[in-house]
């Protein structure tokens, strides 16, 4: 594992435990080059997954992309990163236990609404308006609304 610093390869592990339920292992690592402190995952990998965009696009799974767009949902809202880990871990979870090569991403979408929907109602409606391409005050409203 390469330093994020000084990108030396020469790193030890100060400590590992099990993250994410189980599925991860967590490990904090130092770099004996420089001293920086970094942590890594492990997670298994069954099988690349594919996502079919809107534009009919294949783009294999990225967890730190799906990890990304929730967290500028978040932005500013009261969650800690052991949260967002366990949101976006459940997501995946649900993901591989369809049993497809190929998801559609609004599949994906739909999962990210349903599960930030039972965690912060602003999140929820950020992330709705992204997703759902909200282009007016009329539309969060109605959203708003039939919730």
């Given at each position: 594992m390469k330093c994020p610093a000084c990108k030396s390869d020469m790193t030890q592990v100060k400590d590992s435990r099990p993250a994410e339920d189980g599925v991860a292992v967590r490990r904090?690592?130092?770099c004996t080059r420089c001293g920086v402190r970094f942590t890594t995952y492990e997670r298994l990998q069954l099988r690349v997954m594919m996502i079919i965009k809107k534009s009919g696009e294949r783009v294999?799974?990225?967890?730190?992309?799906?990890?990304?767009?929730?967290?500028?949902?978040m932005r500013k809202r009261p969650f800690s990163e052991d949260q967002l880990d366990h949101l976006v871990a459940d997501i995946q979870r649900q993901l591989e236990h369809l049993g497809e090569r190929e998801v559609h991403s609004s599949v994906v979408g739909e999962m990210v609404l349903s599960a930030l929907s039972s965690v912060d109602d602003v999140a929820f409606v950020r992330f709705a308006s992204v997703y759902r391409n909200?282009?007016?005050?009329?539309?969060?409203?109605?959203?708003?609304?039939?919730i």
């Open positions: 904090r690592r130092e294999p799974f990225n967890r730190d992309k799906l990890a990304g767009s929730i967290l500028v949902a909200f282009d007016n005050a009329r539309d969060f409203a109605k959203f708003i609304e039939g």
